[in-house]
């Protein structure tokens, strides 16, 4: 049974850093693209990152840096300063093809990030 378990959400003030994680198990986890996503309220589930099983990193926030890591099964989400429009739910997502990961892929519950002063 895949399980997909965020980590690390909560209130944050603007500026501050902030480290997101995602523990997985249920599956061969190096054979899995694994992507973060965020749902701000009132909008739809956007890609944040991606970390390929190929190893390949795309980050398609400034702000935001995601890692792997094979043998503990989890992935990360490094924020550095972050804004007021970081504020959202962020969900782990896990997918053979992280192209096809809404679709096909598995979620997590999602952590609550909130970035208020």
């Known amino acids: 049974q895949v399980q997909l378990v965020e980590s690390g959400g909560g209130l944050v003030q603007p500026g501050e850093s902030l480290r997101l994680s995602c523990a997985a198990s249920?599956?061969?986890?190096?054979?899995?693209?694994m992507s973060w996503y965020r749902e701000a309220p009132g909008k739809e589930r956007d890609l944040v990152a991606v970390?390929?099983?190929?190893g390949e990193i795309t980050n398609y926030e400034d702000s935001v840096t995601i890692s792997r890591d094979n043998d503990k099964r989890t992935i990360s989400l490094q924020f550095t300063n972050v804004k007021p429009e970081d504020t959202g739910m962020y969900f782990c997502n896990a997918a053979r093809s992280w192209n096809l990961g809404p679709l096909t892929g598995h979620w997590g519950q999602g952590t609550q990030v909130t970035v208020s002063p």
């Open positions: 249920g599956f061969v986890f190096r054979e899995y693209d």
């Open positions: 970390a390929q099983k190929s």
